[in-house]
């Protein structure tokens, strides 16, 4: 409930909006029980001033009742139209609230700390908890305050014609407002938790099985994943019946506490009224206020019943936002160095306190305006250097600066502002061509936007699609073939205009005619940067080109591919290499 409690701490910025939508449910709930408790009375008098003659007709004032009875109604459609309004306005603001509260939080972490995390997981969290978040203050919050202070004002109000029926209808609500809605939630709790993680493991295994379906259906693993969906879908349903269940309980308890209540006050209002202690026309006040003071709490059982999943998703949110992130920004950045060199001196480097070192003691030198390849078995140290660079993860020893400017002091934002990164995963969104090249220059002009194109031969097919720039790409690129794709990503590139290029294996999964077409565009989006390639394509590095062989986060070898291949040292470790990298 810790986490619940932390929520409610972010509801600050909208008490204006939470205190009007409380105040009109209330205004609302009010006028119910005004409305059926006024109209009780009326008619019962009316009917016993009908008996009594025209003198005691003429001398009952049917307007002023008449008029409550309205004034009653209309506030009632009012306040309610005007409650759902004020209600989903401040529900929808605190939801965008806690979404970008949560991305915000989540940005920072990316891709290093959430690395280990699935995709599909990381979705339902943004997507599914804050949504669950969002209706703790509509179906938990909300009911619970209007239920207090309504029950206090109705059986106040039935307390100064009756105390015993004020104090019976207060018991009643008490009993209904608290007592079902405790059980409910010591009985649906636990089910309640276990429908949030099941449809979080739900989706998870769903996105994941989307996303990786042309694998499974090569290594025949679909039937064995699909089983795993189904028996997730089959205990989710078995957990929502469970609730389901419970929910008619509450529901039923209330409506039989409602019932009981209403017959006391009955049974109250006719022994005061025998005894002519009491009006007869109040006994229909008596009763119908009692039964209209439980739409106050009718929906407390089901709201509590699910603050269980309310608050397991409270955890998951606050779970991932309280991580710390991976690299501590300064609070500003120094001016930009002349010269962009990247040198690392006895660099060591890992992802967790236990975990091994991912860069033990790597010192390496790149010249500003050089070409150079990086190749190494899995685990070499690859990745690590490129997210060392990218200030996606810290260093713990040694020295890595950029134009002599230790990148510790620099803020990753504008250390990334001077790398364009191309890989075989590179994002495309659902949007259209021109949408996703301006990812890389929001303010490009379309003439930008050409250039770019042509420069990564991709200009004549977008011309000659009908809509041009406006083309959609489809959802991950659907309507693109893999060679187009990547194109759209040099595109976007060579928009960038860095200084740094990284390719990491970007022509990866291509047949070989449009790999050797898009290497002589990279050739062209390379020039005048400088460009540090990951690939395990020993054919297509050139003799002049600088090769560093990475081993166990340390340089192995470093020198000219011409150089290397003809040293007799490196010749048994370029060809284990190769075939290292040809089972991957």
Same mark, same amino acid.
């Given at each position: 409930?810790?986490?619940?409690?932390?929520?409610?701490?972010?509801?600050?910025?909208?008490?204006?909006?939470?205190?009007?939508?409380?105040?009109?449910?209330?205004?609302?709930?009010?006028?119910?029980?005004?409305?059926?408790?006024?109209?009780?009375?009326?008619?019962?008098?009316?009917? %016993?001033?009908?008996?009594?003659?025209?003198?005691?007709?003429?001398?009952?004032?049917?307007?002023?009742?008449?008029?409550?009875?309205?004034?009653?109604?209309?506030?009632?459609?009012?306040?309610?139209?005007?409650?759902?309004?004020?209600?989903?306005?401040?529900?929808?603001?605190?939801?965008?609230?806690?979404?970008?509260?949560?991305?915000?939080?989540?940005?920072?972490?990316?891709?290093?700390?959430?690395?280990?995390?699935?995709?599909?997981?990381?979705?339902?969290?943004?997507?599914?908890?804050?949504?669950?978040?969002?209706?703790?203050?509509?179906?938990?919050?909300?009911?619970?305050?209007?239920? $207090?202070?309504?029950?206090?004002?109705?059986?106040?109000?039935?307390?100064?014609?009756?105390?015993?029926?004020?104090?019976?209808?207060?018991?009643?609500?008490?009993?209904?407002?608290?007592?079902?809605?405790?059980?409910?939630?010591?009985?649906?709790?636990?089910?309640?938790?276990?429908?949030?993680?099941?449809?979080?493991?739900?989706?998870?295994?769903?996105?994941?099985?989307?996303?990786?379906?042309?694998?499974?259906?090569?290594?025949?693993?679909?039937?064995?994943?699909?089983?795993?969906?189904?028996?997730?879908?089959?205990?989710?349903?078995?957990?929502?019946?469970?609730?389901?269940?419970?929910?008619?309980?509450?529901?039923?308890?209330?409506?039989?506490?409602?019932?009981?209540?209403?017959?006391?006050?009955?049974?109250?209002?006719?022994?005061?009224?025998?005894?002519?202690?009491?009006?007869?026309?109040?006994?229909?006040?008596?009763?119908?206020?009692?039964?209209?003071?439980?739409?106050?709490?009718?929906?407390?059982?089901?709201?509590?019943?699910?603050?269980?999943?309310?608050?397991?998703?409270?955890?998951?949110?606050?779970?991932?936002?309280?991580?710390?992130?991976?690299?501590?920004?300064?609070?500003?950045?120094?001016?930009?160095?002349?010269?962009?060199?990247?040198?690392?001196?006895?660099?060591?480097?890992?992802?967790?306190?236990?975990?091994?070192?991912?860069?033990?003691?790597?010192?390496?030198?790149?010249?500003?305006?050089?070409?150079?390849?990086?190749?190494?078995?899995?685990?070499?140290?690859?990745?690590?250097?490129?997210?060392?660079?990218?200030?996606?993860?810290?260093?713990?020893?040694?020295?890595?600066?950029?134009?002599?400017?230790?990148?510790?002091?620099?803020?990753?934002?504008?250390?990334?502002?001077?790398?364009?990164? $191309?890989?075989?995963?590179?994002?495309?969104?659902?949007?259209?061509?021109?949408?996703? %090249?301006?990812?890389?220059?929001?303010?490009?002009?379309?003439?930008?936007?050409?250039?770019?194109?042509?420069?990564?031969?991709?200009?004549?097919?977008?011309?000659?699609?009908?809509?041009?720039?406006?083309?959609?790409?489809?959802?991950?690129?659907?309507?693109?073939?893999?060679?187009?794709?990547?194109?759209?990503?040099?595109?976007?590139?060579?928009?960038?205009?860095?200084?740094?290029?990284?390719?990491?294996?970007?022509?990866?999964?291509?047949?070989?005619?449009?790999?050797?077409?898009?290497?002589?565009?990279?050739?062209?989006?390379?020039?005048?940067?400088?460009?540090?390639?990951?690939?395990?394509?020993?054919?297509?590095?050139?003799?002049?080109?600088?090769?560093?062989?990475?081993?166990?986060?340390?340089?192995?070898?470093?020198?000219?591919?011409?150089?290397?291949?003809?040293?007799?040292?490196?010749?048994?470790?370029?060809?284990?290499?190769?075939?290292?990298?040809?089972?991957?």
């Amino acid at each position: 409930m810790r986490a619940l409690i932390r929520l409610l701490r972010l509801y600050g910025p909208y008490r204006a909006w939470i205190a009007s939508g409380l105040l009109l449910a209330l205004a609302t709930i009010l006028a119910n029980f005004g409305l059926l408790a006024l109209a009780g009375w009326f008619l019962a008098t009316a009917g %016993l001033v009908g008996l009594g003659g025209y003198a005691a007709q003429n001398a009952f004032n049917f307007f002023t009742p008449a008029a409550g009875v309205r004034f009653f109604a209309t506030v009632r459609v009012l306040g309610r139209y005007a409650g759902r309004i004020v209600d989903h306005e401040a529900a929808l603001r605190q939801l965008a609230r806690l979404r970008v509260f949560l991305f915000e939080k989540l940005e920072p972490l990316a891709p290093a700390a959430l690395a280990a995390e699935r995709s599909g997981d990381l979705l339902s969290r943004l997507v599914a908890d804050i949504d669950r978040l969002g209706d703790v203050y509509l179906r938990v919050l909300a009911p619970f305050a209007v239920a $207090v202070a309504a029950a206090l004002a109705m059986a106040g109000t039935l307390a100064i014609f009756v105390p015993l029926a004020g104090l019976a209808l207060l018991a009643g609500l008490a009993l209904a407002g608290l007592a079902v809605p405790a059980a409910s939630l010591a009985l649906g709790a636990r089910a309640s938790r276990e429908v949030v993680t099941t449809r979080n493991e739900l989706r998870a295994d769903a996105v994941d099985a989307i996303q990786g379906l042309a694998e499974l259906l090569t290594y025949n693993a679909a039937p064995a994943v699909a089983a795993r969906i189904g028996d997730a879908n089959d205990r989710l349903i078995a957990r929502e019946a469970r609730l389901a269940a419970i929910a008619g309980l509450g529901a039923g308890a209330g409506q039989l506490i409602a019932n009981a209540t209403m017959g006391a006050a009955l049974l109250i209002g006719l022994e005061l009224a025998g005894a002519h202690h009491l009006p007869g026309a109040d006994v229909p006040l008596l009763t119908l206020g009692a039964l209209a003071a439980f739409e106050a709490v009718a929906p407390l059982p089901q709201a509590f019943q699910l603050l269980g999943g309310m608050a397991e998703s409270a955890r998951r949110v606050f779970a991932i936002a309280d991580r710390a992130p991976p690299v501590r920004e300064p609070k500003r950045s120094p001016a930009r160095p002349q010269h962009l060199d990247i040198a690392l001196s006895g660099v060591r480097l890992r992802y967790a306190p236990e975990a091994p070192w991912a860069l033990d003691g790597l010192t390496l030198t790149i010249r500003e305006g050089e070409h150079v390849t990086i190749l190494g078995r899995s685990g070499a140290g690859k990745t690590s250097f490129i997210n060392l660079l990218l200030r996606f993860v810290e260093y713990e020893e040694g020295s890595a600066s950029l134009g002599g400017v230790e990148l510790r002091a620099i803020r990753g934002d504008d250390v990334r502002s001077l790398f364009s990164v $191309v890989s075989q995963r590179t994002q495309l969104f659902a949007g259209s061509i021109r949408d996703n %090249l301006r990812i890389a220059r929001p303010d490009a002009d379309d003439a930008s936007l050409w250039r770019a194109l042509e420069t990564a031969a991709l200009s004549e097919f977008v011309r000659a699609r009908s809509r041009g720039l406006d083309s959609p790409v489809g959802e991950g690129a659907a309507r693109l073939s893999g060679g187009e794709a990547r194109r759209l990503a040099l595109a976007r590139a060579a928009l960038r205009d860095a200084p740094f290029l990284v390719l990491d294996e970007p022509t990866e999964g291509l047949d070989p005619l449009t790999e050797a077409a898009l290497r002589g565009d990279l050739g062209r989006l390379a020039a005048g940067r400088t460009v540090i390639s990951i690939t395990h394509r020993l054919a297509f590095i050139a003799p002049n080109d600088r090769i560093v062989v990475l081993d166990s986060g340390r340089v192995a070898e470093d020198g000219t591919f011409a150089v290397l291949r003809t040293d007799g040292r490196i010749v048994p470790r370029l060809a284990r290499l190769q075939e290292d990298l040809a089972r991957i």
